[in-house]
Structures are given as C-alpha cells and as structure tokens.
C-alpha cells in the first residue's frame, strides 16, 4: 500500500486542521491505520489509530478530547480532525499502515506516508 498525507498548514492556538492521507494498492481496508508525529528535535510518537472497519480508535493522552480519528473505505482515506490545538502539537504528521494496533507499539508497519507539517502559533 502506497499512503500520502496532506492538510497540514499554519493556524493559530485553538484553532483546527484535518489532516488526510490517501492510500492506493493493496486493499485498505485490511490495514489498521494510525498517525503518528514528530516534532522538531524530538522523537516520533504515535498519535492515534482506528481499527479495519473504524468500530476502534486509540489515542495518547496528549491528543484526547481534541484530535479524532476516522476513515472512509470506500474512499481509502484516513482522517485526523485536530481540534483546540496547541503550540506543542506543532510536528510533521505521517499515516501508517499496519495490521494491527499492536503493530505502532513494536514498529512493525507495512508503510508510511510522506508526512506533512502542522505549525501551530501562539
């Protein structure tokens, strides 16, 4: 599966993005999907996944209550709608693809999107 995330862009704190990634190839709908972050000079942290059919999500605390995640597998896209952001929630965004939630805690995923940025101003 080949995974491109897009939406990422400048808005102030408290504001909101929704942030894309389209996946083309193998059929997404057998793949757990996630996002995950990484922020300038720190390490890349998983953010949130949904499960095959989107019954399922998961956050880290940082993101509960402002960030969800969705997806539409008719269109074979995974959403993250950020809400009530932050300046600390400023990091380059990427989508995952993997098999299972497990997969983002022992980084054995299929594949990653390209990422794009997200600068929250205070």
């Known amino acids: 599966v080949q995974l491109q995330a897009s939406g990422g862009g400048l808005v102030q704190a408290g504001g909101s993005l929704r942030l894309s990634c389209s996946a083309s190839?193998?059929?997404?709908?057998?793949?757990?999907m996630g996002w995950y972050r990484q922020a300038p000079g720190k390490e890349r942290e998983f953010v949130a996944g949904?499960?095959?059919?989107?019954?399922?999500?998961y956050y880290e605390d940082p993101v509960k209550g402002r960030f969800t995640i969705s997806r539409d597998n008719a269109k074979n896209t995974v959403y993250l709608q950020m809400n009530s952001l932050k300046p600390e929630d400023t990091a380059v965004y990427y989508c995952?693809?993997?098999?299972?939630?497990?997969?983002?805690?022992?980084?054995?995923?299929?594949?990653w999107g390209q990422g794009t940025l997200v600068t929250v101003s205070s």
């Open positions: 995952a693809a993997g098999q299972t939630l497990g997969s983002y805690f022992s980084n054995a995923l299929d594949a």
């Open positions: 949904i499960s095959w059919s989107g019954g399922s999500t």
């Open positions: 190839g193998r059929s997404f709908s057998d793949y757990y």
